[in-house]
């Protein structure tokens, strides 16, 4: 979440609540025990990918964070339900 809120892609491994963000517009999935070969070549497509692939990327994951993670916009939700119970 740290790095997209700054709006950088990251690479993650397919376990626990990682898939929630990490997909390919935000990032690079991997699965649950990657070798240090899928690691790299996660890695490698990022740094090949093209200036508008690497733009949407960190695009998306600044977007993902803010609509899904952004604490303040969170509370204030929370917030609005538990006025309304």
Do not use: C
């Not at 890695?43 to 960190?58: E, G, P, S, V």
């Not at 604490?71 to 309304?84: C, P, S, W």
């Amino acid at each position: 979440m740290e790095a997209f809120s700054f709006g950088v892609p990251a690479v993650g491994t397919d376990v626990g609540g990682i898939p929630e963000m990490i997909h390919e517009g935000t990032g690079f999935l991997l699965g649950a025990n990657p070798t240090a070969a899928e690691i790299a070549a996660a890695i490698a497509a990022y740094a090949d990918a093209t200036a508008a692939k690497k733009t949407a990327l960190r695009s998306n994951a600044r977007q993902l964070w803010r609509n899904s993670f952004y604490d303040k916009a969170n509370h204030t939700r929370f917030v609005t339900e538990l006025e309304k119970l």
